[in-house]
């Protein structure tokens, strides 16, 4: 069965440092996004994109962050300058549809902690 | 604001007996969807049930079903016959369009 892949699975880093995190959505979906949940809160949307733009982001997808498809199964997620409350479970998703009833399957996250 | 309650963080239940998880949201649409998932240790997020606001009648997936309260702005999962590998962080969400909200999460464990 088709699974959303992230990679890395932990990644450590410096505050300041840029990270870019990993996902390969499923082949044939067409829209993606990104969660983050910090330890012991709520999962939160960050952004979704489709056809190559951002169709959506939330109040915390500030300039810091910003998204990529750089070809055509990579989804990256770029942290610019990461700091200390930048530390969470990155989480990728994609969908067939965009609508509500559609489906959004999960990858497995990645856990970046900022030193 | 939407927002999503997870009143329960843990619960727990023996094998073969039904468990309820309660969430509550806050909204002032009238059309959106509601959904509990399941992440098991270590494993991603993986879809449990959905819940369409229209429909009055309660959503039912094998051992789970919901119990979707509209008015009170309730959705509690059922989990009949539990079981082992029902073992895990279960959330609640509500989403309209692309606004999708997630609770804090409930912890499930199983005793056998």
């Known amino acids: 069965e088709p699974e959303v892949t992230q990679t890395p699975s932990h990644q450590v880093t410096q505050m300041g440092q840029e990270v870019i995190l990993r996902c390969v959505p499923i082949s044939n979906h067409l829209y993606f996004y990104w969660y983050r949940q910090i330890l012991g809160q709520k999962v939160e949307f960050l952004v979704s994109?489709?056809?190559?733009?951002?169709?959506?982001k939330s109040e915390i997808f500030d300039d810091q962050f910003s998204v990529e498809r750089p070809d055509g199964s990579n989804f990256t997620l770029k942290i610019r300058s990461t700091k200390l409350e930048d530390s969470a479970m990155y989480f990728c998703?994609?969908?067939?549809?965009?609508?509500?009833?559609?489906?959004?399957?999960f990858g497995p996250g990645t856990r970046l902690t900022v030193l | 604001a939407q927002t999503v309650t997870q009143s329960q963080p843990e619960m727990s239940v023996q094998e073969a007996e039904t468990v309820t998880l309660s969430c509550t949201y806050d909204t002032s649409e009238s059309d959106y969807y509601l959904f509990w998932y399941k992440q098991p240790p270590s494993r991603q997020m993986i879809l449990v049930i959905r819940q369409e606001a229209y429909k009055q009648q309660n959503a039912t997936e094998n051992r789970f079903s919901v119990n979707f309260q509209k008015a009170a702005k309730s959705f509690s999962l059922k989990i009949s016959d539990s079981q082992l590998g029902d073992a895990a962080m279960y959330f609640c969400?509500?989403?309209?369009?692309?606004?999708?909200?997630f609770g804090a999460g409930t912890r499930l464990t199983v005793k056998p």
């Open positions: 994109f489709y056809n190559n733009e951002i169709s959506e």
């Open positions: 969400a509500y989403r309209k369009i692309n606004d999708m909200r």
């Open positions: 998703a994609s969908s067939v549809g965009q609508g509500e009833a559609d489906e959004q399957f």
